[in-house]
């Protein structure tokens, strides 16, 4: 069964630093793009971040750019999502999931999903 399992969610300051993992199993993950994809509070889903199947292409949303990067080790099946200079309208369920191929066409596309875990940036 495909699974993807989140982990590295917590509460953290205005301004500091965390890092999401995602380890998935059941696929052949090196060839399979994935994204980061968060609900807000009260809001719905937005993608945040995707990489290709090899990690040598990467975008974000405007908002994260410079201050997130996603990144990818596909010899332990597991993406990763470097949270740094986090800000209060970051707080939000995070969730990785698993593109049909091995490039990002979008969100509509995702098929799999983690869990999710919860980032709260405040004070």
């Known amino acids: 069964e495909v699974q993807l399992v989140e982990s590295g969610g917590g509460l953290v300051q205005p301004g500091g630093s965390l890092r999401l993992s995602c380890a998935a199993s059941?696929?052949?993950?090196?060839?399979?793009?994935i994204s980061w994809v968060r609900q807000a509070p009260g809001k719905g889903l937005e993608w945040v971040s995707a990489i290709n199947s090899g990690g040598g292409s990467t975008t974000y949303i405007d908002s994260v750019k410079g201050r997130f990067t996603i990144s990818r080790d596909n010899a332990k099946n597991t993406l990763y999502l470097q949270m740094n200079t986090l800000k209060p309208e970051d707080t939000a369920l995070y969730y990785c999931?698993?593109?049909?191929?091995?490039?990002?066409?979008?969100?509509?596309?995702?098929?799999?999903w983690s869990q999710g875990t919860l980032v709260t940036v405040s004070s």
């Open positions: 999931a698993k593109e049909p191929w091995d490039d990002c066409e979008g969100i509509g596309y995702l098929e799999k």
């Open positions: 059941g696929f052949t993950f090196s060839n399979y793009a």
